[in-house]
């Protein structure tokens, strides 16, 4: 098929197939994720086949190649749903005291392999709790756009340890740089560490989070953006969010997939009108099942995996540096699987997360297992 015809089929798919939220407004279901793309050419061409959703981060440092690309693709700002992220950081990243010379320092670095908090290329400071108002306007500065239609607070940790804890899924899934075998006295260490510093400071972390949120809810006041949301947030901390919110969550990005499917999370967003947003596909299209699935239906892995969160209302935003492959994404509009091929899906679902276990910062005596 040309890439005309491609262009004419996949923009309409785009335009069409939205995903309806919880203020009566839409998103695209499929969308272009950024995080680790090498050319501002790959977003422009993606906009230029189709794509309407474009997910970035402050912590992405890759404003300015969305910046460039929208210019280039010269498709009008309001055909674009243009999503980002704020608020990664804790606060501070200070050690409580009495850890100082257990670790031999009195403050954390960013978790590697992420750049410095105060780093220029991702916020110089401003990607932490309390600074979102912000840190979103240094985000509408580098991509030269007046308004986002949708924030996210990227991460609920509110301390260095919650943070280490929460993140270190991605040492031993996403980045596979630690071996598994140290993997229960790593994790196991920080969950314990960053458990009791939830339990000791408990007050504390809560009214960082409502203060971020309060902070983008002012933000929407302000009209620099349209909706706000969350990301890798656990239920209980959503349900908290409902105790002092005055604009409803508009969204919540996880990792959502097949192997890690979070039937809790999916059905607290049902219930309470919030939109999901699934990342993680490309990490386990080598999967047994999914290949089964892909081999019956004629597609790749990959596209059964999108199709599975798409045809459960999910919205998708997965990334490529390839032009075939950002096509083929595409595409997973065009086609539906079966029941069967669903049931084959469902049951993949091991709970297993290779990104975030945010469950870490919910005190262990309000804690949902899955």
């Known amino acids: 098929m040309s890439s005309q015809k491609w262009y004419a089929i996949f923009r309409l798919a785009c335009l069409t197939c939205m995903q309806s939220l919880s203020e009566g407004a839409a998103m695209p279901l499929v969308g272009l994720g950024t995080a680790g793309i090498k050319d501002g050419s790959t977003i422009k061409e993606a906009l230029r086949m189709g794509y309407r959703a474009v997910d970035t981060a402050l912590l992405y440092g890759n404003h300015a190649m969305v910046k460039k690309a929208l210019v280039e693709s010269e498709i009008p700002r309001e055909d674009i749903f243009l999503i980002t992220k704020v608020g990664f950081f804790p606060a501070s990243m200070e050690l409580p005291k009495h850890l100082h010379a257990a670790f031999g320092m009195a403050r954390l670095a960013a978790p590697h392999p992420l750049k410095p908090v105060d780093d220029p290329s991702t916020g110089g400071g401003l990607n932490v709790k309390g600074q979102e108002i912000e840190a979103l306007k240094l985000s509408l500065a580098e991509m030269g756009v007046d308004y986002i239609d949708l924030c996210h607070i990227h991460s609920p940790a509110t301390s260095a340890l919650e943070l280490y804890a929460a993140f270190s899924d991605h040492w031993y899934g996403l980045f596979g740089e630690l071996p598994h075998w140290s993997s229960p006295m790593v994790k196991g260490s920080l969950r314990a560490l960053a458990e009791q510093e939830s339990l000791d400071h408990a007050e504390e972390a809560r009214r960082q989070r409502q203060r971020s949120w309060q902070e983008l809810e002012e933000a929407k006041r302000q009209g620099i953006c349209r909706h706000i949301g969350v990301s890798n947030y656990p239920v209980e901390l959503m349900q908290e969010i409902e105790t002092y919110r005055k604009e409803p969550i508009f969204n919540q990005q996880q990792e959502l997939h097949p192997v890690a499917q979070f039937r809790h999370v999916q059905s607290y967003a049902k219930i309470h009108g919030i939109s999901l947003t699934g990342y993680g596909t490309g990490i386990i299209v080598e999967h047994s099942e999914a290949k089964a699935v892909a081999a019956r239906q004629g597609r ?71």
């Open 300 to 370: 790749s892995a990959g596209q059964v995996l999108l199709r599975w969160s798409v045809q459960k209302g999910i919205a998708v935003i997965p990334k490529s540096n390839r032009i075939d492959r950002l096509l083929e994404n595409l595409e997973v509009l065009n086609f539906s699987l079966s029941e069967e091929d669903m049931a084959d899906l469902d049951a993949m679902d091991e709970q297993k997360t290779y990104y975030w276990d945010t469950s870490v910062c919910v005190s262990p005596h309000t804690r949902h297992e899955l």
